[in-house]
């Protein structure tokens, strides 16, 4: 119980409740301020339960609590009556019961989120039957359940797509990126539009180059599909291989077949294996004589043995219904037979029958004897049926092979060469690799080279537009070069036309020479290269190994910091745990200080002899109290006698003050009435009176 009190107060210290309570706070909540707690935990599930208690009746509360805890599906220990019980403790915030709740609650919060979340859209309401007699209610009601259904399958997917680990900050980063390649492609399409619009003809330049892309598109799908032919091409005429092997080996065991010679083969899905065995004709007469012995011997043993058990269990169905006097009574039978067994067996061994004994020890060997021949029949039984279904699964599992790939499983020394050749493959792709990565670095430092050469150029051609615009001859050097290529042009144009073929020798040899010369100048250098990079590979290699030893060394740092610092929660939690224990000590000392210091003074003040001190001491109070309450209680008896007494007359004398009343009541009515009838002749004689006078 303190350890589910403890886990409870955590529970309600974190987020997101924040309560701030220890274990002596807690305990001393009121039954009304307990279920207020109870009732946030729930509001923390299912946020229609954020009620002020304060403000709800008791019922409503006990009955909203109840109806939340059943969709939960949270289940109170104990039978019916401890149902009741637990309605009741819920009901007036009793501590057995509202306990197991909070740590049931608390310790599968997310999980009875979903739940809460689910049941407010997935229990469905029972309709009458006499009401889905009406079309538009059983079409609504039809409506409802084909959305439901809608809502489990949504749900589902939105778990699925949950826990398959796409959240929303990655995809939006992903469209983010998408978008900003998008707008690049679009500046370079844009770019390059206003590069080939200026060329002539670019329309069917642009035409000549969609046809090529479409061309070599269809090119990968078509060297694709022969590779796929190839493939299938290879495989067929490796299984034809196999087939046609197996053929043959069959062809030849037929027809060197003789009883002694092995020629037993075991079909397994479409290919057949030679088995390792002395003989056909032996392995018929093994399994010849199993199927006899498991006929004659086994199989009727077993046959009797289960007609027995089903004739003693209809014997023991039919007769009636025994009691503990009936069972009392076998059991005194069975110890009787038990004892005049073991008599029995006593007698016979005080006899010491020398036939017998001799007998006796080859029955054992025999019995024995049968029971490992049974035994060893049921492993052959057992292995037989293990072996079928192996050969099931391998069957299924080839299937499976060729209905994925197309391809039969290799086997044996087909499956060595296809290693062998997979071996040299890896071994060519690891040279390749290497040769590719040695010119991928030549490559990035000639372009490095190339940029930075460019880089220049453009230093140097910025630093001489700034010295024209100074100079105020801005554009010489554009004119100038545009001259000199023209010219150069023109120059090279005439050398064209007089140049002969021998010119044309003497330039080769020319710049075979300068190339020559280049390659042995740079000799030098790319052999420097070469050495760099192999001590590169080597300091790699070494800071990979001081890598992965310092990553090892910081794993076991962090592993030993992670159990210190378990250690020092634990020594953290033990001490709040003590303190929470000492200052709860204190409080229950200083509660017992004040109950004895109580005493001591009542005692101090009944012992002593002055009369003033004796009437301060709390039992002369209680007795003088008692004492007022005894003459308070005689005088109201009296009184109840008196009123007991005098109950009568007064009952009558008030009737007939009643009556009286009634009377004079009656008398009222009567006179009223009287006057009003003596006005009402008045007023009709003045009226012929003045009739008269008219």
């Known amino acids: 119980m303190s350890d589910q009190i403890k886990f409870i107060v955590d529970s309600l210290n974190k987020e997101p409740f924040r309560k701030n309570y220890n274990l002596i706070t807690f305990d001393s909540l009121e039954p009304m301020q307990l279920l207020q707690v109870l009732s946030d935990v729930l509001a923390e599930i299912d946020p229609k339960q954020l009620v002020d208690l304060r403000e709800e009746m008791p019922e409503q509360t006990a009955k909203r609590m109840l109806s939340l805890l059943g969709i939960l599906k949270y289940k109170p220990s104990g039978n019916a009556t401890d149902m009741s019980t637990f309605r009741q403790g819920l009901v007036i915030g009793s501590k057995p019961v509202i306990y197991p709740v909070l740590h049931w609650l608390l310790q599968r919060t997310n999980e009875l989120k979903k739940r809460a979340y689910l049941a407010r859209f997935l229990i469905k309401l029972e309709v009458p039957s006499e009401f889905l007699q009406d079309e538009t209610v059983a079409d609504t009601n039809k409506q409802y359940e084909e959305l439901m259904e809608a809502f489990k399958t949504l749900h589902k997917e939105y778990e699925q797509l949950k826990a398959s680990g796409f959240s929303t900050a990655e995809i939006r980063k992903d469209i983010s990126a998408m978008e900003e390649e998008k707008d690049q492609l679009i500046k370079r399409v844009e770019h390059l539009k206003k590069r080939v619009e200026t060329a002539q003809n670019y329309q069917w330049m642009l035409k000549i180059a969609r046809q090529l892309r479409v061309e070599k598109e269809r090119e990968e799908y078509l060297a694709q599909q022969k590779q796929e032919q190839k493939n299938q091409l290879f495989y067929a005429v490796q299984r034809l291989q196999r087939v046609q092997n197996q053929l043959k080996s069959m062809r030849q065991a037929a027809a060197d077949a003789k009883p002694e010679i092995e020629t037993g083969f075991l079909h397994v899905g479409q290919a057949a294996l030679k088995l390792p065995t002395s003989g056909l004709m032996k392995r018929l007469e093994e399994e010849i004589k199993f199927n006899l012995y498991m006929v004659t011997e086994k199989f009727p043993k077993e046959l009797e043995n289960k007609k027995k058990e089903l004739h003693f269990l209809q014997k023991v169905v039919s007769e009636p219904a025994m009691g503990h006097s009936d069972l009392h009574e076998l059991e005194s039978k069975i110890n009787e037979i038990n004892t005049e067994i073991n008599q029995l067996i006593e007698k016979k061994m005080m006899r010491n029958e020398p036939i017998e004994g001799k007998l006796s020890l080859y029955r054992q060997q025999a019995s024995i004897i049968s029971r490992k021949k049974e035994a060893k029949a049921e492993e052959l039984q057992e292995a037989k049926e293990k072996l079928a279904s192996l050969e099931r699964e391998a069957s299924l599992k080839r299937n499976q092979t060729r209905e994925f790939d197309g391809t039969e499983v290799l086997k044996g020394d087909e499956f060595k060469r296809y290693?062998?050749?997979?071996?040299?493959?890896?071994?060519?792709?690891?040279?390749?690799?290497?040769?590719?990565?040695?010119?991928?670095?030549?490559?990035?430092?000639?372009?490095?080279?190339?940029?930075?050469?460019?880089?220049?150029?453009?230093?140097?051609?910025?630093?001489?537009?700034?010295?024209?615009?100074?100079?105020?001859?801005?554009?010489?050097?554009?004119?100038?070069?545009?001259?000199?290529?023209?010219?150069?042009?023109?120059?090279?144009?005439?050398?064209?036309?007089?140049?002969?073929?021998?010119?044309?020798?003497?330039?080769?040899?020319?710049?075979?020479?300068?190339?020559?010369?280049?390659?042995?100048?740079?000799?030098?250098?790319?052999?420097?290269?070469?050495?760099?990079?192999?001590?590169?590979?080597?300091?790699?290699?070494?800071?990979?190994?001081?890598?992965?030893?310092?990553?090892?060394?910081?794993?076991?740092?962090?592993?030993?910091?992670?159990?210190?610092?378990?250690?020092?929660?634990?020594?953290?939690?033990?001490?709040?745990?003590?303190?929470?224990?000492?200052?709860?000590?204190?409080?229950?000392?200083?509660?017992?200080?004040?109950?004895?210091?109580?005493?001591?003074?009542?005692?101090?003040?009944?012992?002593s002899s002055d009369q003033q001190e004796k009437r301060k001491a709390i039992r002369e109070q209680y007795t003088k109290n008692i004492a007022e309450q005894e003459n308070l209680g005689k005088k109201l008896r009296e009184k109840q006698k008196v009123v007991r007494e005098s109950h009568g007359p007064n009952m009558k004398q008030a009737k007939m003050w009643r009556d009286l009343q009634q009377l004079m009541e009656c008398k009222k009515q009567c006179f009223l009435k009287q006057q009003s009838q003596t006005s009402i002749g008045q007023v009709i004689q003045e009226g012929g009176e003045d009739r008269l006078i008219l």
């Open 419 to 607: 290693v062998s050749k997979l071996r040299s493959k890896s071994t060519v792709f690891k040279k390749k690799h290497q040769i590719i990565a040695e010119l991928k670095a030549e490559f990035g430092l000639l372009q490095r080279t190339e940029e930075l050469l460019k880089q220049r150029h453009e230093n140097i051609q910025q630093q001489l537009q700034t010295m024209e615009e100074k100079k105020g001859i801005s554009g010489y050097s554009y004119t100038q070069e545009e001259l000199e290529r023209v010219s150069a042009l023109k120059s090279e144009v005439d050398e064209m036309k007089g140049r002969t073929l021998d010119d044309m020798s003497e330039m080769v040899k020319k710049l075979n020479s300068l190339v020559s010369e280049k390659k042995s100048a740079l000799a030098s250098v790319i052999k420097e290269l070469r050495q760099l990079r192999q001590k590169c590979q080597e300091l790699t290699q070494e800071c990979d190994e001081k890598k992965s030893q310092y990553d090892s060394c910081a794993a076991g740092l962090e592993s030993n910091r992670s159990k210190l610092e378990q250690e020092v929660r634990r020594l953290r939690e033990e001490c709040l745990q003590e303190e929470s224990r000492y200052h709860y000590t204190n409080c229950m000392i200083k509660n017992l200080e004040v109950q004895l210091r109580r005493a001591t003074d009542e005692m101090k003040a009944y012992i």
